[in-house]
C-alpha cells in the first residue's frame, strides 16, 4: 500500500462510516421502547466515539514513527467499537428487535469498514 493508497483508504472511512451510522440510527428508531434506552444509547455512543476516531485518524499526518503508532492505535481502538457493534447487533437479532435482513445489510456495512481497517492496521504494524 502506497502513502497514497494509505490516505484514500483513511479518506474512505468517513463516508462509509456515515453511511453506516445512518442506517443503524433508522433502525434504532424501531427499536421497543425499552430497548432503544438501553442498548440503543450504548450502541449510538459507540458509533459517535468510533466516528471520532476515524475524525482524529484523518488529522494525523504519517510523517514519524510515533505518528504511525498513534494511527496503530486509534485504528485498533476503531476496530475494538466495530466488534462492539457487532455484538450488539446480534443480541439485537437474537430477541428479534431486528429482522435478518436489517442484521445482513448492517453486517455487510461493518465488513466494509472492517476491510478498510483491516488493510490499514496491516500496513502500519509492517511497516512501523
Given at each position: 500500500m502506497s502513502l497514497k493508497q494509505e490516505q484514500d483508504s483513511k479518506l474512505a472511512l468517513i463516508p462509509k462510516s456515515e453511511r453506516y451510522i445512518e442506517y443503524m440510527l433508522e433502525i434504532m428508531i424501531k427499536l421497543p421502547r425499552i430497548e432503544k434506552f438501553s442498548i440503543?444509547?450504548?450502541?449510538?455512543?459507540?458509533?459517535?466515539?468510533?466516528?471520532?476516531?476515524?475524525?482524529?485518524?484523518?488529522?494525523?499526518?504519517?510523517?514519524?514513527?510515533?505518528?504511525?503508532?498513534?494511527?496503530?492505535?486509534?485504528?485498533?481502538?476503531?476496530?475494538?467499537?466495530?466488534?462492539?457493534?457487532?455484538?450488539?447487533?446480534?443480541?439485537?437479532?437474537?430477541?428479534?428487535?431486528?429482522?435478518?435482513?436489517?442484521?445482513?445489510?448492517?453486517m455487510e456495512l461493518i465488513y466494509e469498514i472492517g476491510k478498510i481497517l483491516g488493510g490499514l492496521i496491516k500496513y502500519y504494524a509492517k511497516n512501523n
Open positions: 440503543g444509547t450504548e450502541y449510538k455512543q459507540s458509533m459517535y466515539q468510533m466516528l471520532s476516531e476515524i475524525m482524529i485518524l484523518n488529522k494525523i499526518k504519517n510523517k514519524s514513527n510515533q505518528e504511525a503508532m498513534k494511527i496503530l492505535d486509534i485504528l485498533n481502538r476503531i476496530d475494538s467499537k466495530l466488534n462492539t457493534q457487532r455484538i450488539y447487533l446480534r443480541i439485537m437479532k437474537k430477541n428479534r428487535w431486528i429482522d435478518e435482513k436489517k442484521f445482513k445489510i448492517a
